[in-house]
């Protein structure tokens, strides 16, 4: 059994290739603020952890259709500059490109634009687990 998960998951990871992209637009809401979090921002913009949150989740979108029904993806490490303010009621932009595939692990290069400002930039890795049997090792 665990021969035959191995040869489908080899096969649909075999289908991933470098440059999936996906791209999400999220509107800028009070509660994607750093205002809204108790970290004691008060600014009405886009917080910096709901901007990686973006990421992540438009990096794990993008190879959902190449995973195994009882496979996902976790991020691992998030290495990302937040370099411009992005205010309530403005929308971004993220996208998220694959870059690398390292047996595993993935990595994306990601971005976030409100219009054509760069709002956040980095890389963004992710590893590929099995369901069942994550965590409870």
């Excluded at 190449?66 to 993806?73: D, P, Q, V």
């Amino acid at each position: 059994r665990k021969i035959l998960y191995e040869c489908t998951r080899i096969s649909l990871i075999s289908r991933m290739e470098i440059g999936i992209k996906n791209i999400t637009k999220t509107l800028v809401t009070e509660d994607l603020t750093a205002k809204h979090l108790s970290t004691g921002g008060s600014a009405a913009v886009l917080a910096t952890p709901f901007m990686i949150s973006l990421m992540e989740q438009t990096a794990l979108k993008a190879v959902v259709p190449y995973l195994s029904e009882n496979e996902s993806t976790v991020g691992t490490h998030v290495d990302v500059y937040h370099r411009k303010a992005a205010p309530v009621g403005q929308t971004v932009t993220t996208t998220a490109e694959l870059i690398a595939i390292d047996r595993r692990k993935l990595t994306f290069k990601v971005t976030t634009m409100m219009g054509d400002v760069l709002i956040g930039e980095g890389t963004h890795d992710r590893f590929i687990i099995d369901k069942s049997t994550f965590g409870k090792k």
